[in-house]
């Protein structure tokens, strides 16, 4: 990672620990969002799960009622303190990192994270599929659900500056992946991957390349 994009994920970190308490309001303010959460019932999302960047939780108590067991990480604990009063059930386990520095500890039947790909540089895009790939179990499956091209029209000229209630901006990443590109980009690093669009969102299930044999 370039040391641009060091700092930017360092503001983006500090972004989302700042935003934690206004997190939500988009949730409350857009049905799409709040109809998208159904999406999780018709994706391969059982077993031991682990959820990349949970946010304040959203995602995870949903998950939690497919999962056997869900590790559920994010950098931020303002968030992780939400999530945990919304999603505090005795098969979820909360870690508190940032997914670039992060190295599983484990391997899980699915990976899952919602809205964290866009936030992904593309210079660290290759190193997070790596990670991704080492905490899947073999035949796991990874899913990912994010805003899409048609999302690109609500988002504001200077779509990489966020603005807080209280006046203080913050830098981020922001990528909204074309389905067809981002599926050629994982077939480049060797993974099988279906991304589809649901209204303004992307809803994707890929599969990273094989492991070799042990000789």
Known sequence: MTIDDEALVAEQIAYYRARASEYDRVYSEREDLRELLAAVD?????GDVLELACGTGQWTR??????????AVDASPEVLGIAQERAGFPNVRFAQADVFRWQPPRRFDAVFFAFFLSHVPLSRLSAFWDTVAAALAPHGKAVFI???PAEAAREEVAAKLRRLDDGREYRIEKIFHDPGKLTGELAALGWSADVRIRGNFIVGVAQPPPTPAAP
């Open 42 to 46: 018709g994706l391969p999302i059982t």
């Open 146 to 148: 994010d805003e899409g």
């Open 62 to 71: 949903v998950l939690a009622a497919r999962a056997r067991s869900l590790t």
